[in-house]
T-cell receptor, first 111, second 115 residues
Framework: GENVEQHPSTLSVQEGDSAVIKCTYS??????FPWYKQELGKGPQLIID???NVGEKKDQRIAVTLNKTAKHFSLHITETQPEDSAVYFC??????????WGAGTKLIIKP | DAGVTQSPTHLIKTRGQHVTLRCSPI?????VSWYQQVLGQGPQFIFQ???????GRGNFPDRFSARQFPNYSSELNVNALLLGDSALYLC??????????????FGPGTRLTVL
C-alpha cells in the first residue's frame, strides 16, 4: 500500500524567510497530492493541492512542486508570516481514493 | 456557506462504553470520510461513504462502524471503547470520490477522551 514520509518534523524559520517541507510517496499509481494546515484544536484546512499531470502549482505565497519520477513533492512558503505557524501535513491519494498522510511538520515562525 | 459540521465538539467516556459521532457535509457534497487523529500524528483513514454505501475501510477493528443517511450526513459509532480510542475524530466531505471531484474538506473534529 501507499506510504508517505514527511520531513522535517519541526522547522523553525525567521519571519520573512522561506520554508520548504518535503514528502515522498511509495505508490507510483498515486495521482493526487494535497497539503493541509492544522492549527491547534482545529481540523485540517486545505491550502493547496496538485495532480500528477502538473509539475508545479502556485497560489500567492504558497507553491507545490511534484516530481513523479522521484516520487516526491514539496511545499514552499515564501515571505513567511506569524500566522503561518501551524502543523502542515502532506497526503497522497491511493488507488482506492483514500488519503494517506505524512506525520506532519510543525512550522515555527520566529519574529 | 456552512462548512463541514461535527457534533459533539468534546466527549468524555469510560472504557467499555459506546459512542456516536455525527457529521454534516458541505451542502451538495455526497461523500463523507472519517479519520482518527491521535495527538502528534497525521490522520488515519477509517471509512468513506458515498450515496449511503461504504466505499472504503481502513485498518480499524469491527468495533468501528459508520453509516450515511439520505441527506448525506453521517454517523461514526465506536463500541466497547478502549483507552487507545482517545483521539480527535475528523469528518471530511467531498463532491464525489472520483478524479477531479475528490478534494476533501474537513470539519473541526470531535475530541474523544476515554477514561
Amino acid at each position: 500500500g501507499e506510504n508517505v514520509e514527511q520531513h522535517p518534523s519541526t522547522l523553525s524559520v525567521q519571519e520573512g524567510d522561506s520554508a520548504v517541507i518535503k514528502c515522498t510517496y511509495s505508490d507510483s499509481a498515486s495521482n493526487y497530492f494535497p497539503w493541509y494546515k492544522q492549527e491547534l484544536g482545529k481540523g485540517p484546512q486545505l491550502i493547496i493541492d496538485i495532480r500528477s499531470n502538473v509539475g508545479e502549482k502556485k497560489d500567492q505565497r504558497i507553491a507545490v512542486t511534484l516530481n513523479k519520477t522521484a516520487k516526491h513533492f514539496s511545499l514552499h512558503i515564501t515571505e513567511t508570516q506569524p500566522e503561518d505557524s501551524a502543523v502542515y501535513f502532506c497526503a497522497a491519494r491511493d488507488s482506492n481514493y483514500q488519503l494517506i498522510w505524512g506525520a506532519g511538520t510543525k512550522l515555527i515562525i520566529k519574529p | 456557506d456552512a462548512g463541514v459540521t461535527q457534533s459533539p465538539t468534546h466527549l468524555i467516556k469510560t472504557r467499555g462504553q459506546h459512542v456516536t459521532l455525527r457529521c454534516s457535509p458541505i451542502s451538495g457534497h455526497k461523500s463523507v470520510s472519517w479519520y482518527q487523529q491521535v495527538l502528534g500524528q497525521g490522520p488515519q483513514f477509517i471509512f468513506q461513504y458515498y450515496e449511503k454505501e461504504e466505499r472504503g475501510r481502513g485498518n480499524f477493528p469491527d468495533r468501528f462502524s459508520a453509516r450515511q443517511f439520505p441527506n448525506y450526513s453521517s454517523e461514526l459509532n465506536v463500541n466497547a471503547l478502549l483507552l487507545g480510542d482517545s483521539a480527535l475524530y475528523l469528518c471530511a466531505s467531498s463532491l464525489y470520490p472520483g478524479q477531479g471531484t475528490d478534494t476533501q474538506y474537513f470539519g473541526p473534529g470531535t475530541r474523544l477522551t476515554v477514561l
